[in-house]
């Protein structure tokens, strides 16, 4: 047994899942399983809550939920829930049988555009209500950013192939290689199913808008495939998001010598601060207060920024310093500026009284934790409608 077990105060109102877990996972209730060595238990009072848990345990900023509210963070001895998370989720998970529930959906159809983190978990649950579920990826296998955005050194593909044979062992169908809009569209899925949800990620990058833009390499593609680039001595990565530290982290194992750029200072930077760590333990360095102005041949034109406070104590804006500009050469510039759901299927996903919305396509770059959440209420709401 973990032995942070033993530290847990099994809280009455634990604030680690009501505040810091936005799926608000069980957490005395699965402490007090496992310290009687009930680890099955545990386990399926887990995926019941949140059956990516085995993967939010990994991925997740635990130190801003779980673990950042633990009371006994109050004296900076936080218990390490995670990783008993971990533990008890992933011995769950390989094996692992999906079973209904019940069938009191036995006769609704419903589709789900999408098998990344928010489209895995809604199937999972509308599976156990007895629904027919058929699932719907522009990818030739599920996972969407788990499998295909994540580098595999932050997350074993294991898991995703595990979700995978989970699911269509079930019976649940996948149909590979669609394209939404191109393939099939979203009136068709509402006319043939009863419920249709629409969790496809948010994949388009968002674009720098400077002369030369055509130079750069996306980094969700560069992810995608990272063999498929040849990168050079010095690659520069723009970006101070989570993307931006899994591509420059992947860089660097590649062998370049690696740069983060970043327009704002570390404490502005969306990134898990424990990335942040991990990209600069791999040997990234990092460049604030650069903004990049022009993207030429073999490197970029940046211009120092600043923070400014206004005077009436709003918000801080990062203004560029006009005159500072200066070059710095590179090999290959990767970009993870921001990413946003497509918006031709943002719109034509809108018009239909029987679909709904999930995970990273309704609400932007968001955690995994954060896309289970918002699957959860998606198939709250389908189960209501039907």
């Not at 991990?278 to 460049?287: E, H, I, L, T």
């Not at 073999?298 to 070059?327: A, M, S």
């Amino acid at each position: 047994m973990n032995p942070e077990a033993s530290r847990c105060l099994l809280c009455k109102k634990p604030k680690c899942a009501l505040e810091g877990c936005p799926i608000h996972t069980p957490v005395p209730e699965c402490m007090a399983l496992y310290r009687e060595g009930r680890l099955k238990e545990a386990g399926a009072l887990l995926f019941r809550n949140n059956p990516l848990s085995a993967v939010t345990s990994l991925v997740c900023d635990w130190q801003k939920f779980c673990y950042g509210h633990c009371v006994l963070n109050v004296k900076k001895q936080a218990v390490r829930w995670y990783e008993i998370e971990q533990e008890i989720s992933s011995q769950y998970l390989f094996g692992h049988v999906l079973e209904r529930h019940s069938l009191e959906h036995s006769y609704d159809r419903v589709a789900i555009v999408g098998a990344g983190p928010a489209g895995i978990a809604a199937a999972i649950w509308l599976y156990q209500t007895g629904a027919e579920v058929t699932m719907f990826d522009a990818n030739p296998r599920m996972g969407g950013v788990l499998r295909y955005g994540i580098p595999a050194f932050r997350l074993d593909r294991k898991f995703c192939d595990a979700y995978e044979k989970m699911l269509l062992d079930a019976g649940v169908e996948f149909r590979e290689n669609v394209e939404i809009g191109k393939d099939i569209t979203i009136a068709d899925l509402s006319a043939e199913y009863d419920a249709v949800l629409v969790a496809a990620g948010a994949e388009y990058p968002s674009t720098l808008g400077i002369p030369g833009e055509s130079r750069a390499v996306q980094a969700l593609p560069f992810l995608k495939n990272p063999g498929a680039y040849k990168l050079g001595k010095k690659v520069i990565v723009i970006g101070g998001g989570n993307v931006a530290m899994d591509a420059c982290r992947t860089a660097v194992r590649m062998g370049a010598e690696t740069w983060v750029y970043y327009r704002k200072t570390f404490e502005n930077m969306p990134a898990n601060p424990l990335e942040v760590q991990a990209a600069k333990a791999d040997g990234v360095q990092f460049k604030v207060f650069q903004a990049p102005v022009e993207i030429k041949e073999g490197g970029v034109v940046f211009c120092d920024c600043k923070n400014v406070v206004p005077e009436d104590g709003g918000r801080v804006v990062t203004k560029i310093l006009k005159g500072t500009e200066h070059f710095v050469e590179c090999d290959t510039l990767l970009t993870a500026i921001s990413e946003k759901p497509d918006p031709v299927l943002t719109v034509e996903a809108q018009p239909y009284h029987n679909v709904f919305l999930a995970g990273d396509f309704m609400s932007g770059p968001a955690t995994v934790v954060e896309a289970v959440r918002s699957a959860h209420t998606a198939v709250e709401n389908i189960l209501e409608s039907l």
